[in-house]
């Protein structure tokens, strides 16, 4: 058993010649390539972490930017409906005194139109009346005279409205 | 055939044929050809994988990229700090060259390199010089040796205590090396008795062998996932050990 406790000191000069060769040649052929791609990754993804980074940011400034005209807009828009509603009122209040003084105007005229034609209708009327009943008269004075009896009823009333009206009186004339 | 014979027939390195550079004596043995299998897989697949850009590697790319971010998050920059960083190639290696050798122990006719005791050596010593030499880099010579002894003792106790560190960093190095070849060698020892169980309680009787071996084979499959565990685990101790003592000897304080 004193076999596995035993070193042979020739295999440990192998194993340190093997070794140091290894570390050698392996940190070239290996462990640098490796190294090397890893590192470029982690700068990619450095690089990458930090251009997303920066585009968020503007990506951000953007947007507040885009609200704050958003808001500017908003208010311009409502500014500009309120002035439009103004706008309409004051017309409106201006149609509706055009239209009230116009129909003022009509009711006027049209007023004085019917007094004018009351007053012409009026005279229209008293004249008819006039005539019809001078004519009515005459009728009945005409069927009803009795030229004796008329005569001194005539000289009567004759002598009664001459002393009722003096300034009709024929003499006089 | 007794349990010793299976046991490190199991267990123990066998040298085919030795090689002789210098005053070395150089062995061909199933363990290096274990580590030459790892090393091989480190030096081909690896930056085969790391470099296709394959959807199919994909996966596999990913895990290996895990790993090494969490060495290089969890492990080398707590530990070392930001100039730590420079040494990811080495913990890398490191953690990926014990794991894989952890793990080709645990697939049929592999054997765990790491479950010997010259292999875990060799690789405390390369931990060993790492500690001392960014030590000396960031500090300096004198100010390395210097900043061994923790600040604010009394003047006599300086001598002592620099003996004291001193002896600390060669236990810490032995305490690495005897850790990994400990844990890899355990397993396969319970695995091996477990099996071993079955013919214990075969030679009582025919039917008690069988009526054990379910048991065994269960529990042995246990220890299996076990190991595996324990592959990755000790992987990881190795180079978090060598990374907080190498951080501690380039921040003293």
Redesign the interface.
Known sequence: MEALIRPEFGLTFWTITCFVLLVLVLSKTAWKPLMHAVEERERAIKHDRHSAETARAEAEKLKADLEERMKSFKAELNARAEEARQAARKETDLLLAEARRAAAVIVETATKEIETQKAEAARGLREKVAELSVLAAERILLKQIDHRANTELAARYLGELEKERPEMRLENN | MGL?EI??HH???H?WT?AALGP????F?K??LM??IA?LI??VV??LI??SRSAALAPFRAM??II??FLRDEVVVPNMGHKGAAY???F???FF?ILIMNLIGLVPFGATATG????T???A??TFALINFSGIKEQGFFAYFAHMVPKGIPGWLYLPMFVIELLGLFIKTAALCIRLFANM?AGHIVILVFISFIFIFGSFGVAVGLGVAPVSVGLVLFTLLLELLVAFLQAYVFAMLTAIFTGAAMHPH
Not at chain 2, 24 to 27: K, V
Not at chain 2, 116 to 119: D, P, R, Y
Request: charge should be neutral; glycine fraction near 6%.
């Open positions: 010793k046991l490190e267990v123990v390195d040298v030795w070395l004596r150089l062995p043995s363990h290096l580590m030459g090393s480190l030096l690896f930056p790391i470099r290996i990229e090494v971010l990811l190639g080495y890398s290696t490191l060259f010997n005791l010259a292999v050596a060799g690789l010593l390369t060698i």
